[in-house]
């Protein structure tokens, strides 16, 4: 059983099929990519999985919990996090306090409320190092270029210490360096036991960091599989990628 899985899937916008029976799995310990075109249907897939849209059919199961009616709070904390397309970070703030704001929040859900007021600098500075920030730490997030604000993003959704991590579009702003580095960092997490879900249109990233990869077209799932054979993949090739050749440039 897969740590996430989101399993027929069905949404309708009024007369349009947005997704249609999609199935997406995500184990503990890879890196899944979720690609297509834009209006595939992929934000619309995270948008069910984390609680944001209610689907016509199908189900979201975390860690072998059914969790298709759980409420968006209920889902991160049972260990579901994401991050978005538009950047949601606090701006005025610097970039440890933007990272340690979630560690504050999650130190009160549960049985952290009877650790409330707690210190979670050390936590905060922790995952500031994992993601490469420290040096950024006491910056002001309205400082900092949009590649790098894309991680302090990823780290203050570590601070929620998930099983399961959504990314959407992470590497949009970023730098051809800062892309290299960030596939570093997504392959530490999935080292460490982290269940990661990867939408993003910077083919050499995807190709790069996930173990399999699977593609929407028109909200259906037209290919599964490892990177290398997606990428060659008739239909996908048609859909999306051009042609093979030339799939380390789309972006």
């Known amino acids: 059983m897969a740590h996430l899985e ?27 990519g979720l690609i297509g075109p834009n209006g595939a249907g992929k934000t619309t ?30 889902r991160a904390r049972a260990g579901l996090a994401r991050t978005f397309q538009r950047l949601e970070l606090f701006t005025s ?18 049985a952290g409320r009877r650790r ?27 400082e900092i270029p949009t590649g790098q604000a894309r991680v302090v993003e990823v780290a203050r959704a570590l601070m929620t210490r998930p099983t399961a991590l959504l990314l959407d579009e992470p590497a949009a702003g970023q730098t051809e360096a800062e892309t290299v580095s960030f596939g570093g960092l997504l392959r530490r997490l999935a080292a460490d ?34 990177p290398a054979e997606v990428r060659v993949d008739p239909a996908v090739v048609e859909a999306y990628l051009g042609t093979p050749e030339g799939v380390e440039g789309v972006a």
């Open 6 to 32: 989101a399993n027929g899937v069905s949404v309708r916008f009024g007369g349009k099929a947005a997704l249609t029976d999609t199935t997406v799995t995500v184990e503990r310990g890879t890196v899944t």
């Open 45 to 74: 897939l995270f948008n069910v999985v984390c609680g944001l849209l209610s689907p016509q059919a199908g189900e979201v199961v975390l860690d072998g919990r059914d969790i298709t009616h759980a409420a968006p709070h209920r």
């Open 93 to 110: 703030l610097t970039v440890r306090d933007n990272v340690r704001v979630a560690g504050d929040i999650r130190s009160r859900w549960g």
């Open 116 to 142: 409330r007021g707690r210190d979670t600098g050390g936590e905060a500075d922790r995952v500031l190092e994992l993601t490469g920030l420290s040096e950024l730490a006491h910056r002001e997030v309205s």
């Open 193 to 226: 036991g982290l269940a990661v879900c990867l939408v993003e249109h910077d083919m050499s990233l995807v190709m790069d960091v996930c173990e399999t990869v699977h593609v929407l077209d028109y909200g259906r799932t037209i290919a599964v599989g490892p």
